[in-house]
């Protein structure tokens, strides 16, 4: 059974950081694309990043570059987000996601919420 | 980016009726059209794939269809357990958009 499980959540000031793991268990890792994907509380789904297996690959969308760095760690079946000058409209739900060979993202996680706040 | 337009933004339907939800992309995706489910409180599930293709365990009371720029889930014979918000998503490029979510309510 495909299980994500996420992490690292919490409260955090703004400009402050956090970084977010999704545990990867039940499938072969290192073989699949992965995402994150966050949700504003009472809003939509936003995509926020994807990495391919062995992380030659990543993209961010506009409103996080520069400040999100997601990683994986292979060995271990994790996937990590690092989310440095964290802002107000930074605060959601964030899912880690396994990723497809066309790209929707098939098993999500239940999510690790992150408020950004003084 | 390529946006991506749900209609209608929510609906109310009796059990046992057929519904029918729209999403427009504002370009040309090929069959990158997906769906899914959000249950409040919940993490979205993925529904369906490449417009019509429904992922394992999924009933086939929900359908998937289009082409181009204009797709549509149908949901027949709606169930109590199908009321959540679904989303449209279009995997043709990054950023992947999805559209704003349609609400689905049970009367």
């Known amino acids: 059974e495909v299980q994500l499980v996420e992490s690292g959540g919490g409260l955090v000031q703004p400009g402050g950081s956090l970084r977010l793991s999704c545990a990867a268990s039940?499938?072969?890792?290192?073989?699949?694309?992965m995402h994150w994907v966050r949700q504003a509380p009472g809003k939509g789904l936003v995509w926020v990043s994807r990495?391919?297996?062995?992380?030659?690959?990543?993209t961010y969308a506009d409103s996080v570059q520069d400040r999100f760095t997601v990683s994986r760690d292979n060995a271990n079946d994790t996937l990590y987000l690092q989310m440095n000058g964290l802002r107000l409209e930074d605060t959601a739900v964030y899912y880690c996601?396994?990723?497809?060979?066309?790209?929707?993202?098939?098993?999500w996680g239940q999510g690790a919420l992150v408020t950004v706040s003084s | 980016d390529i946006q991506m337009t749900q209609s209608p933004s929510s609906l109310s339907a009796s059990v046992g009726d057929t519904v029918t939800i729209t999403c427009r992309s504002s370009q040309y995706i090929s069959n990158y059209l997906n769906w899914y489910q959000q249950i409040p409180g919940r993490a979205p599930k993925l529904l369906i794939y490449g417009i019509s293709t429904l992922q394992s365990g999924v009933p086939s009371r929900f359908s998937g269809s289009g082409s181009g720029t204009d797709f549509t889930l149908t949901i027949s014979s709606l169930q109590p357990e199908d009321s959540a918000t679904y989303y449209c998503?279009?995997?043709?490029?990054?950023?992947?958009?999805f559209g704003g979510g349609t609400k689905v309510q049970i009367k």
């Open positions: 039940g499938f072969t890792f290192n073989t699949y694309w």
């Open positions: 990495i391919n297996y062995d992380a030659s690959s990543i």
């Open positions: 998503q279009h995997s043709y490029t990054v950023p992947l958009t």
């Open positions: 996601a396994r990723g497809s060979q066309r790209g929707y993202e098939d098993y």
